[in-house]
């Protein structure tokens, strides 16, 4: 039974999971890819899917009627033993397809923590987790109580966008209600929260039964929203595993991942050492791996490949087998990416030894860095962000939001 052939649908609405993928097909499971039709013609590992089906729609919106009706025409034939959302956008289109057709994983409740901000605000704040303070946009006393209470900065927060995209900074109580009115019936949408500034950090795992059973975490040297709100080369490099921070973040990390519901798979999630009070806060928290490629910053720091490992736990939690996690290397790795003015920039001059990835992405440079020392990561990292910025780096326009989900 153990060893039987088990059959997975995988859903990504970005090209992302090859490595989860592959490593699916190689441990001897029938792999089904649904993405969209704009990724038809993006480099998948063909040879380890035994299928792709492609959806119609713009960016992230699909008709969950017709991805119902297509895996469900799917089943006729073949028994499915799991689904697997592979990027954010993804989760709710999973949880749809298993609550729909009773397959085993995460619901669609469990799944707003990870995708819902305002979920996720009111779920860490039941628990007794630090999280900034906040409010809903549903009734407008509550909004002036916290207009009128919570000290400004604060940010507006789309409730179902990833990463740092459609937030809008306000600093007074006109421009707030300024910006809501402007968002018509969308309001409930968003949610408001007040902004800490401090430092940002994100704690990346893996969870096997409800437990964590690795993790790693680092600092965002550029935080995604300062990428977002003003340009700029993106950088993050793991913390010393025996700094006061790490043991504080990952015991926090903990708790937001018991509370919260994952059984197993991976994590990505972010938090906030604040300034004023260096206390620790939790920002959010994703069940998937992080993007721009932290993945292979994990690699590099841990050997640990995230996207094979949750793989591996899938394929050993469908079949009944036991999951061992390979040995950690405990190292050093950062990472420094931008978009670039040209479509494949020459990285040529960057030649040092510690260089182990380099960003393939049109339009963009970037590059990974490993050491055994994590001073000579961040130097690198110095250096390569002034060379980026110098010859490579452009600024591009932040997308309007328009579709919330």
């Known amino acids: 039974m153990g060893n039987s052939t088990k059959t997975f649908i995988c859903i990504s609405n970005y090209f992302k999971g090859a490595d989860f993928l592959i490593n699916m097909k190689k441990l001897g499971n029938k792999v089904f890819l649904v993405t969209s039709e704009k990724l038809r013609d993006k480099p998948w590992p063909v040879a380890y899917i035994d299928e792709i089906f492609f959806m119609e729609g713009h960016d992230v919106d699909w008709n969950l009627e017709h991805l119902l009706l297509g895996v469900s025409n799917l089943m006729r034939n073949h028994k499915i033993d799991a689904v697997i959302a592979l990027d954010d956008f ?40 630090s999280n900034p303070n906040f409010t809903s946009l549903f009734n407008d006393y509550d909004i002036n109580t916290f207009a009128d209470t919570i000290a400004p900065p604060w940010v507006l927060k789309p409730r179902s966008e990833a990463s740092a995209v459609g937030i809008i900074k306000v600093y007074n109580k006109d421009s707030l209600w300024m910006q809501i009115n402007e968002m018509g019936n969308n309001r409930f949408k968003y949610l408001v929260e007040q902004f800490r500034p401090g430092d940002v950090f994100h704690c990346d795992s893996l969870i096997l039964n409800g437990k964590i059973i690795f993790s790693i975490t680092s600092k965002y040297l550029t935080t995604p929203m300062e990428i977002s709100q003003g340009g700029g ?19 926090i990390n903990e708790q937001v991942i018991k509370d919260f519901g994952l059984k197993h798979g991976a994590a990505h999630s972010e938090y906030i050492k604040c300034n004023e009070d260096g206390k620790i806060y939790f920002l959010e928290t994703s ?35 036991e999951y061992k996690l ?34 393939p992405l049109d339009y963009h440079a970037g590059l990974i860095v490993k050491s055994e020392k994590q001073e000579r990561v961040l130097e690198l990292l110095d250096d390569y962000a002034d060379r980026l910025v110098k010859d490579f780096a452009t600024v591009g326009i932040q997308k309007e939001v328009k579709n919330l989900h």
Not at 233 to 244: C, G, H, L, M, T
Not at 335 to 344: E, R
Request: glycine fraction near 8%.
């Open 287 to 321: 069940s998937r791996v992080g993007g721009a490629h932290l993945a292979e910053m994990v690699a590099s720091a841990s050997d640990i490949n995230l996207w094979a490992e949750w793989a591996a736990i899938e394929n050993a939690l469908v079949k009944g087998l």
């Open 233 to 251: 080369v993106f950088r993050s490099a793991n913390i010393p595993y025996e700094s006061a921070d790490n043991i504080a973040i990952k015991k």
């Open 326 to 359: 390979p040995k950690v290397k405990k190292g050093y790795a950062g990472i420094v990416l931008t978009l670039s003015k040209y479509q494949h920039p020459d990285l040529s001059s960057f030649s040092d030894e510690e260089i182990c990835f380099r960003v």
């Open 90 to 129: 993804d989760v709710e289109k999973a949880t749809y397809l298993r609550e729909n057709l009773r397959i085993d994983g995460m619901g669609q409740t469990t799944g707003r923590y990870f995708r819902d901000k305002l979920a996720m605000r009111m779920r860490a704040k039941s628990c007794g987790i």
